[in-house]
């Protein structure tokens, strides 16, 4: 008779967010299967729970994956747990549920902490519906469409991101989505944990304070069902307006996109087609 996985969330900073359960099924399983031991011996140990341990990470070999199923199959029960939080998402773990699933083993969630639920729960306004999207690539092109995206989008966002590279990622939504509401989480349950509200702009003040370490959620509430956007002709003629009042090309860039509720981009690119054209513009010198 096939086995079961257990998949357990674990505690995302505060050892002490875990659940009863999920503790018993540490101790009553056969093994568990840990995204990095080192990480879960400490849980582990903290619970004086002594079940034995085995790797299972993002880069486990095939081979090691289906010797897993194969155990299941014949009616071995394993847990499988990520550093923090649920496997599988935006962490290790699909793929030897997927294994399991193909061996016919039972997969059982045992849910817990999660970052992002803990982030919207605070947020002080309605969380649903909202998108989460994990961390951003990493990659400059796939970089620019995730942007892309996130600045269509009209539901509350929730995203990862590494405390080091905070301040890029918050400039670059900035960039793309204007000066939009936010919220950061850093070290959500931990001892240092700590929250911003505020506007784009002011986070990525806030970031580039001083340096934010350690794990950080990003929460755009959502906004309203956009309206039709500005014409090319009229983020050019505010463009004009504002350039004629003797303000800097950026400075007119950034008015027009924060008076106009359009990206940063999508107005610079117009100043650049006005600039071009102004350069193409004949010149008629008095005779």
């Known amino acids: 008779m096939p086995g079961t996985l257990y998949v357990v969330a674990t505690p995302i900073g505060n050892l002490e967010d875990i659940t009863l359960r999920?503790?018993?099924?540490?101790?009553?399983?056969?093994?568990?299967?840990?995204?990095?031991t080192r990480v879960t011996r400490k849980l582990l140990s903290h619970y004086?729970?002594?079940t034995p341990l085995t790797a299972c990470f993002q880069h486990t070999r095939k081979e090691r994956l289906e010797e897993l199923a194969q155990r299941l199959a014949q009616g071995a029960s394993m847990a499988l747990v990520s550093d923090a939080g649920t496997p599988g998402i935006s962490d290790p773990g699909a793929e030897l549920v997927a294994h399991?699933?193909?061996?016919?083993?039972?997969?059982v969630p045992v849910p817990g902490p999660s970052a992002p639920a803990a982030a919207l729960s605070v947020l002080g306004v309605p969380a649903t519906p909202?998108?989460?999207?994990?961390?951003?690539?990493?990659?400059?092109?796939?970089?620019r469409e995730f942007m892309k995206r996130i600045a269509c989008e009209t539901r509350t966002v929730v995203l990862f991101e590494a405390g080091n590279r905070l301040a890029a990622t918050l400039k670059e939504l900035l960039h793309a989505l204007g000066d939009r509401e936010v919220s950061v989480f850093r070290e959500i349950t931990k001892r240092f944990e700590e929250h911003f509200r505020g506007s784009l702009?002011?986070?990525?003040q806030w970031a580039e304070d001083k340096p934010r370490l350690g794990e950080v959620t990003v929460v755009m509430p959502s906004v309203p069902q956009r309206r039709e956007?500005?014409?090319?002709?009229e983020i050019r003629r505010a463009l004009a307006e504002d350039l004629a009042s003797g303000v800097s090309r950026r400075d007119a860039v950034e008015q027009v996109s924060r008076r106009l509720g359009v990206p940063r981009s999508a107005v610079y690119a117009e100043q650049r087609a006005m600039s071009i054209l102004e350069q193409a513009e004949p010149r008629h010198e008095d005779r």
């Open 229 to 233: 956007l500005p014409s090319p002709e």
């Open 130 to 143: 909202f998108v989460f999207e994990g961390f951003a690539p990493r990659t400059t092109g796939d970089r």
């Open 22 to 36: 999920a503790l018993r099924v540490l101790r009553e399983v056969d093994l568990i299967c840990a995204e990095d």
């Open 100 to 107: 399991a699933l193909r061996v016919g083993a039972h997969v």
């Open 48 to 50: 004086d729970i002594h």
């Open 201 to 204: 702009s002011s986070a990525v």
